[in-house]
T-cell receptor
Framework: GAVVSQHPSWVICKSGTSVKIECRSL??????MFWYRQFPKQSLMLMAT?????????EQGVEKDKFLINHASLTLSTLTVTSAHPEDSSFYIC???????????FGSGTRLTVV | GESVGLHLPTLSVQEGDNSIINCAYS??????FIWYKQESGKGPQFIID?????DKRQGQRVTVLLNKTVKHLSLQIAATQPGDSAVYFC???????????FGTGTKLQVIP
């Protein structure tokens, strides 16, 4: 079945630094990828939709200059949290879809802690 | 905009009993519905889905019921097992490449 790999699984960084999270589709080409953020005991909130070769579409309230998304190939999308602050600490999860599929496969998530 | 909510934030069931988790959605244009299971520290795991042209779909020990008239979705788990303990999310989409919107989640606790 479809497998989505997310890396790293956890990261601790200092305030003011940037962190890059990778999302890879291992056995299929993902034309669309989604990035979510999840705070403890809350639901997944969609941050942005990225389409291969074009700019990401951000949800209302998500700063595009702070959360940089690059979907440079059909198997890789990256989310960079720039100038991270403690309030950016969260669980970040990606999902990827194929061309005609209605279903999306989720990565295992990245736990970001900003200290 | 879309809003998706769950009736019960926490559900405790005895091992072996059936579990029913409910979900309400607001957007009548939603035509694809998914249930996910999320264990602590992990990403959501697909359980079962249903499209709007159906009102029931069965999988292994799980059944999803869709009532478009009242915009209600439910997940039934038969013979609940300790391994079913997790948070369950319903999610809705308009299909295709459209984004998936998640409900607030229900924590299922299975009592041995």
């Amino acid at each position: 079945g479809a497998v989505v790999s997310q890396h790293p699984s956890w990261v601790i960084c200092k305030s003011g630094t940037s962190v890059k999270i990778e999302c890879r589709s291992l056995d299929f080409q993902a034309t669309t990828m989604f990035w979510y953020r999840q705070f403890p005991k809350q639901s997944l909130m969609l941050m942005a939709t990225s389409n291969e070769g074009s700019k990401a579409t951000y949800e209302q309230g998500v700063e595009k200059d702070k959360f940089l998304i690059n979907h440079a190939s059909l198997t890789l999308s990256t989310l960079t949290v720039t100038s991270a602050h403690p309030e950016d600490s969260s669980f970040y999860i990606c999902s990827a879809g194929q061309g005609t599929s209605y279903g999306y496969t989720f990565g295992s998530g990245t736990r970001l802690t900003v200290v | 905009g879309e809003s998706v909510g769950l009736h019960l934030p926490t559900l405790s069931v005895q091992e072996g009993d059936n579990s029913i988790i409910n979900c309400a959605y607001s957007n009548s244009a939603s035509d694809y519905f998914i249930w996910y299971k999320q264990e602590s520290g992990k990403g959501p795991q697909f359980i079962i889905d249903i499209r709007s042209n159906m009102d029931k779909r069965q999988g292994q020990r799980v059944t999803v019921l869709l009532n478009k008239t009242v915009k209600h979705l439910s997940l039934q788990i038969a013979a609940t097992q300790p391994g079913d303990s997790a948070v369950y999310f319903c999610a809705v989409s308009s299909g295709g490449y459209q984004k998936v919107t998640f409900g607030t989640g229900t924590k299922l606790q299975v009592i041995p």
